[in-house]
Structures are given as C-alpha cells and as structure tokens.
C-alpha cells in the first residue's frame, strides 16, 4: 500500500490521464489507508481537475479530453462518496446548470459541469434548451447554492433575465451565474445577476468566490 503522498499523486495523476480503472484503484487504497475522503478529493482528485482546466484554457486538450477527466472523477467518487454520507465533506453545495431554452448549444456548458463536479460540488445537469420555470424549481427541490445559465444566442439571453426576476419573486437565497458568447460582465450586471463566467477555466475560482462572499 502506498504512502499518503503516493496515493495522492495517484489520484491526481489519474484524473490528468483521464484513467477510469487508475482512479477507482486510487481511490480504493484511499479508503484502504484510512484517509479522509474530504482529503483524497481535495489534494488529489481536485488537483488533477486543476491541470485540466489549465490544459484546456491554453487549448492543448479539448472537450471530450475534459469529460473524460470528469468520467474518471466520477468514478473515483462512487468510492469515496459511500464514506461521505452525512459527513458534510461531501459537496460543498448543489450548482443548478442548463442551457436556457430555445438553446441546444452545451459544449461550454459541459465543460463548467465537470469543472465544479471536479472541485467538489454537486452538480444538477438539466442539459440543454430547458425552460426557465425547470431551472427555479430544481433550484428549489434540491436546495442549490448556485443556478447556472447559459445562453450562446442574443435571442436566448433573455431567459437569463427571467431566471433573476424568477429567483427574486420567489425570493430565493441562491446565487446566478451567466455565460454564453454573447454574454458579458455589463449584461448580467444589468439583468441583476450575481456573477459572469467567461469561461468553464475560471468558473471554480468564480463560485467558491461566490460561496464565500454569502457564507
């Protein structure tokens, strides 16, 4: 059995090589050596999203590249998570995402779901073209930290506008966050939203920023 750095590295490397076997025996020896579940994802499994994310910022990995890394970090998970179980280490909160309706781009979107998934969050992937009502009430029925939305076209952004008067109507303690080409930071500001992302690199940065300033 290897040492806790060993193991560690292990993790991290599997997810870097998007390894699906690699990073269920990783985690497996996690469990075997006693270590914390909180620590295997948060210096092993997190890191290796990190590497990715970086990689994919700077182009020399792609999408399908990225989902891997998050199949690998998933599975790596169905170990770890039957330890987790009313621990409170588990996720750090549930982030909402979709693409808003009338919208079936999600390739962006895909990639901020495996980040956060990577970072320790729980992700709820309603995908794409969902209607606006789908993205208040999943919010609502699994107590989301964060609905994400994103629009790629200048007819669709609307939906995100509707989102915020939604979440205010119902006066709901969850933060927004914005993306799509033709979004930016002066766009959510106006429409009264909490937070642009301008892309699935930054997005962990984002949100934990975002937990800290309302926890």
């Known amino acids: 059995m290897g040492t806790r750095t060993e193991i560690l590295e292990e993790l991290r490397k599997a997810i870097e090589t998007w390894n699906v076997p690699m990073a269920e025996s990783a985690a497996q020896e996690a469990v075997k050596a006693g270590m914390e579940p909180s620590d295997a994802i948060e210096n ?21 590249q990225v989902l891997a890394a998050s199949n690998a970090m998933d599975a790596a998970m169905k170990v770890l998570e039957p330890l987790m179980k009313g621990t409170g280490t588990y996720t750090k909160g549930v982030v909402v995402l979709g693409t808003v309706q009338g919208d079936v781009h999600e390739i962006g979107k895909n990639v901020i779901a495996a980040m956060l998934k990577g ?47 939604l979440v205010k109507e119902e006066n709901l303690a969850v933060k927004t966050l914005f993306g799509g080409a033709p979004c930016n930071e002066e766009w959510v500001r106006k429409i009264g939203g ?9 997005v962990v940065q984002i949100v934990n920023d975002m937990m800290k300033a309302s926890g």
Do not use: H, W
Request: proline letters at 4%; glycine letters at 10%; hydrophobic letters at 40%.
């Open 119 to 165: 970072a320790g969050y729980s992700v709820k992937d309603l995908g794409r073209d969902v209607p606006i009502e789908d993205f208040v009430d999943e919010a609502k029925g699994s107590n989301a930290v964060v609905i994400g939305a994103s629009a790629l076209m200048t007819t669709t952004m609307t939906g995100q506008r509707t989102i915020v008067e």
């Open 194 to 202: 909490d937070a642009y992302c301008p892309s699935g690199a930054e």
């Open 44 to 64: 092993g499994l997190s890191k290796g999203m990190v590497a990715i994310s970086a990689l994919f910022d700077e182009a020399k990995i792609y999408l399908p």
